[in-house]
């Protein structure tokens, strides 16, 4: 029987989770040295107390889950010999996953019968959703393993994300994405722009000047880019800025007819590295 | 003939004068605001150069000249040691100099003044000094050289209302150039024994205790720097957070810079009560030093301690800020070294910024035109690193060019880029007049943009609208307009949703920028 996995990262949530039949793995983040685990530590997600701690000088930060912690995750189904299949954020964004490869390299050696794959979504927050659900979505039409892995190698570098933030600090703090000054801190009013490469890094291309700007560049990219768009969800997703991120839905069905979008609320790992403010379209795409 | 003694002497009687006629010169301003600063950029300028020693002519004169080439500050104060740099030249090998020496040295003065300045204007203190030094020619002793240089600067100051619009509209004469006559008034009076000159030299540029009068109110309040020991007997030294120390002084002062290294915390706080911030502190440990200076006598420029000097990088940038806002928003945006400074910065003082920058390049931005050349003297002064200055004129320049610094890009491409996106800027100033002029009452306030009144109106919110309006604030992106130290946030949130109303597109900022003078700087880009 094939069982599915994701990770909180992946802004899903566990009553679509539960529709779905995914097993969701918490990724944490601390402030103050208290660490949170998303969806254990609480029930559900309180955007906008997190996002206006932010805004209030909190910095978190996260950190890489254990190998301990992926066998408790892994154990039952690599005992009962199930197919595994994990739809997980970008590998090149965290090292959490070595810890993943210890844990399951120590399972496949004493279960050597049970079949675990993965699905490198390149990306985290919507990018990942938007690929989480359509898996979930193949699963669900009783596709096999092996399909869902054949429509993943193809598919996943169709899904295209971009999205601007208000603040560098966070990225500053998490580390590299390429393009963006290093030597930059807050700056009022100038958004930098943002994708996930191929690779599932953060590349920045430049800046916009003033949110209407940094719209059109969003509006504008999933025109440039979009490929049959309308027969897949386009995902929004925002750190607590919901009007933005409506404001940009409205302006993408303007230009392109109507859609199915759906708005996300980035989750707090995910957040905890983008800072608040920042809103972000995840569609269909010729390439990323 | 003119000896070393009497050199020194000559201008300490320029400085005396322009000392005590510094604010009617500061008041020559062509706005009707008063953000002028003319006269004490030129009496800091010449006073630092009045330290010098030196037996011979050629000695003293290059003493002089060197510290006014440190001590400059503003564009008239570098006018004014390059004036004397040029004297130097002139009497280069020389134990005294007769009339003849004097005279040539007074040309090479007005060489050297013009090649400091890259696009001369008539109507300055350019004119007024290469006027003055034409009229003084065939003057046969020092007395008839003064009275004739004196004059024919005279002649010309009051002619330059003719040749620069800006000063006709204003009413006013040249600034730099009565800061030069002014000089030589009391060079002049030095020379007949009138002007006092002894002891002036003891007298500290820093600190102007004139400043404080017994009817004065107190106004900055006190700048107050000590060393604390944390005490075991206070607090838990492993546990102890200093963050309580930070917040607590956060609460009650401003321009905090706060520094612990182990059990010694380094504090600079500018608060109106000392007293209560130490008695406070007390609480947490026992002073190693104290010092408290009432700020209204002080001219408070480097807190920086060298202890915490950094590790060298590779580029660095320096950002000049007057405000607690400007400042906190440069320091948010990753800026290494911000100059606070209420006053313009010295040449001096930017070369401690650039040492204390630590790096093999470092951009300037000097966000202030009055700011300029002081930057690019230091800059030429400073061996240590390459000093390249991005020409920022106003703060707004400053902020939007940083945003687009690229530290990967090479040297020569960034000074390129980030001049190019400071020039994509617009500044407009809002500010109340101080007097009556042809365009404006006193009392009324006045938009401000380039060099020329666009707005006018009886409140800082209604021009400040006008402004806008008049610099095509629809056509931006973004509007970041920075509120005065004295203008309350409801007027100026007020005017903030007006504006967002009027111009959909644009998306307009507020932010406290804590500025005197003005009560808004709208900043277009």
């Known amino acids: 029987m094939l069982k599915i996995y994701t990770d909180t990262d992946t802004d899903l949530t566990p009553s679509l989770a539960k529709e779905y039949g995914y097993t969701l793995i918490s990724m944490p983040y601390s402030i103050d040295a208290q660490t949170t685990y998303p969806y254990v530590d609480f029930e559900t997600f309180d955007a906008h107390a997190f996002y206006d701690r932010l805004r209030g000088g909190v910095i978190p930060s996260t950190s890489a889950i254990s190998k301990e912690q992926y066998i408790k995750y892994f154990t039952q189904d690599f005992a009962e010999g199930n197919d595994i299949l994990y739809v997980h954020l970008s590998r090149a964004m965290t090292t959490t996953f070595d810890a993943m490869d210890r844990a399951v390299a120590e399972l496949k050696e004493k279960y050597p019968g049970t079949r675990f794959e993965e699905i490198d979504t390149k990306g985290i927050t919507i990018l990942s959703y938007a690929i989480v659900r359509e898996v979930g979505d193949l699963v669900k039409t009783g596709k096999t393993l092996d399909e869902v892995l054949a429509w993943a190698r193809t598919e996943v570098d169709k899904f295209a994300m971009y999205f601007f933030a208000d603040d560098l600090r966070f990225f500053r703090r998490s580390g590299r994405v390429s393009g963006l000054a290093a030597t930059m801190g807050t700056l009022i009013g100038i958004r930098p722009l943002i994708y996930m490469s191929q690779e599932g890094k953060m590349v920045s291309p430049g800046s916009a000047k003033g949110r209407a700007k940094a719209l059109d560049y969003l509006v504008d990219k999933v025109g440039e880019l979009g490929e049959d768009i309308a027969s897949h969800r386009i995902c929004i997703g925002h750190s607590d800025v919901p009007e933005l991120a409506h404001e940009l839905g409205r302006r993408i069905e303007e230009k392109y007819g109507k859609q199915e979008i759906v708005y996300v609320d980035v989750n707090p790992t995910a957040g905890s590295h983008c800072g608040p403010n920042g809103v972000g379209v995840c569609f269909h795409a010729v390439h990323r | ?525």
């Not at chain 2, 050629?58 to 570098?78: F, H, I, K, P, Y």
């Not at chain 2, 061996?383 to 703060?395: F, W, Y």
């Open chain 2, 1 to 525: 003939m003119l000896d070393a003694e009497l050199y020194l002497n000559l201008i300490r009687g320029g400085t005396a004068n322009l000392f005590r006629n510094r604010q009617t010169i500061n008041d020559l301003n062509v706005f009707p605001i008063p953000d002028g600063d003319t006269g004490d950029n030129m009496y800091l300028t010449l006073e630092s150069g009045t330290h010098a020693h030196g037996t011979s002519l050629t000695e003293m004169a290059d003493e002089v000249a060197q510290g006014m080439l440190l001590g400059a500050r503003g564009n008239s104060g570098v006018i004014l040691s390059r004036i004397f740099a040029g004297i130097a030249k002139g009497f280069k090998g020389l134990e005294k100099a007769d009339l003849p020496a004097l005279l040539k040295a007074m040309q090479m003065a007005v060489d050297e003044a013009y090649l400091a300045v890259s696009q001369p204007v008539e109507g300055t203190i350019l004119t007024v000094l290469r006027e003055g030094a034409a009229g003084a020619q065939g003057a046969t002793l020092l007395e008839d050289f003064l009275c004739r240089w004196i004059a024919s600067m005279k002649v010309a100051l009051e002619h330059t209302p003719e040749q620069l619009d800006a000063l006709r509209k204003a009413g006013v004469v040249d600034s730099g150039g009565a800061g030069l006559l002014c000089m030589a008034e009391g060079m002049a009076a030095a020379l007949n024994g009138t002007e006092e000159t002894a002891g002036l030299a003891e007298q500290s540029t820093e600190i102007d205790i004139d400043a404080f009068t017994e009817d004065s109110i107190l106004e900055f309040g006190y700048c107050t720097e000590f060393l604390l020991r944390l005490q075991r007997s206070k607090v838990d030294l492993d546990t102890f957070d200093e963050q309580v120390i930070k917040d607590w002084l956060s609460a009650h002062g401003t321009s905090l810079v706060f520094f612990r290294d182990g059990s010694i915390v380094k504090v600079h706080v500018h608060t109106q009560d000392p007293g209560t911030v130490l008695s406070k502190c007390r609480e947490w440990g026992e002073f190693l030093t104290v010092k408290v200076e009432n700020m209204s006598l002080q001219h408070h420029e480097n807190h920086m301690d060298t202890r915490f000097k950094r590790s060298r990088k590779a580029l660095a940038t320096v950002a000049v800020a007057a405000g607690d806002g400007l400042t906190q928003l440069f320091k948010q945006m990753g800026v290494d070294i911000v100059i606070e400074s209420s006053q313009n910065p010295s040449v001096e003082r930017f070369l401690q910024a650039f040492e204390q920058a630590a790096a093999d390049t470092i951009l300037v931005f000097p966000n202030n035109c009055n700011i300029l050349l002081a930057a690019n003297q230091a800059a030429g002064l400073f061996k240590d690193a390459r000093v390249e200055v991005i020409p920022t004129r106003t703060p707004g320049e400053g902020y939007f060019a940083l945003a687009n610094l690229d530290a990967e890009q090479p040297i020569d491409t960034l000074v390129q880029t980030l001049t190019e996106s400071a020039s994509s800027v617009t500044t407009g100033y809002v500010s109340q007049a101080i007097r009556d002029t042809e365009e404006v009452r006193k009392g009324q306030y006045i938009g401000i943009g380039g060099k020329e009144i666009l707005a006018t109106g009886s409140t800082p919110e209604q021009v400040a609208e006008a402004l806008a309006a008049q610099l095509n604030a629809g056509q931006a992106d973004i509007l970041l307009l920075l509120q005065g130290a004295d203008v309350p946030s409801d007027a100026a949130e007020q005017l903030q949703a007006k504006l967002e109303a009027t111009y959909p597109r644009t998306e307009v900022i507020l932010h406290k920028g804590g500025q005197a003078v003005y009560d808004y700087i709208l900043v277009l880009c």
